[in-house]
């Protein structure tokens, strides 16, 4: 089922130079929490692809042979928060622009969930803040989902037969 590209019709931004400035302010990849997560996941021994267009909502961080995708979601643009981070956009510039966008990136993850899920991967997503806080912890989340999944066991097992092959 296609679904139509949200219409903010009826909504502006407050000017053009405010649209083009929280556009261009917030990456859509490789942002800072996404690769501190990347790093720490490659030092524990994973390896992933990275940005995967051709699977729902582009995953930040992809294990494509034990179906496992990460999402590093920023807390304004997918609604940390979102009954409480209402309330203080009904107070700023614009509210109703702001508040239909940022529930229409809510309804879009959850849809983009969804159909991972109905393929048959895990999805974890990951608050910006929670893996700037505790990135650790956050690792050891993702680590466990993929032990389980065999992951680095996989990886551990080629390199034994790569090591066998050359000695």
């Known amino acids: 089922m296609k679904l139509k590209t949200p219409s903010y019709r009826g909504y502006t931004p407050a000017s053009s130079q405010a649209s083009a ?13 996404e690769q501190a997560l990347r790093r720490a996941l490659w030092k524990a ?7 995967v267009a051709g699977l729902p909502g582009t995953p930040d961080i992809v294990f494509p042979k034990v179906r496992v995708v990460i999402f590093c979601d920023g807390d304004f643009w997918h609604g940390k ?7 203080r956009l009904q107070k ?3 509210p109703q622009y702001w508040t239909t966008k940022i529930q229409a ?3 879009r993850d959850h849809r983009n969930t969804a159909n991972l899920v109905d393929q048959g991967w895990i999805v974890l997503r990951f608050w910006e803040s929670s893996i700037k ?3 650790a912890a956050i690792t050891q989340i ?3 989902i993929l032990d389980e999944r065999g992951h ?3 990886l551990y097992e080629a390199q034994k037969d790569r090591y066998r092959r050359l000695t």
């Open 45 to 51: 021994g994973c390896r992933y692809l990275t940005n």
């Open 81 to 87: 928060d979102w009954e409480s981070r209402q309330e």
């Open 152 to 154: 680095r066991k996989r």
């Open 92 to 94: 700023g510039n614009n």
């Open 105 to 107: 990136n809510i309804d």
């Open 133 to 135: 806080r505790d990135l």
């Open 21 to 33: 400035a929280a556009r261009g302010s917030s990456r859509k990849v490789d942002t800072s929490c």
């Open 142 to 144: 993702a680590l466990g």
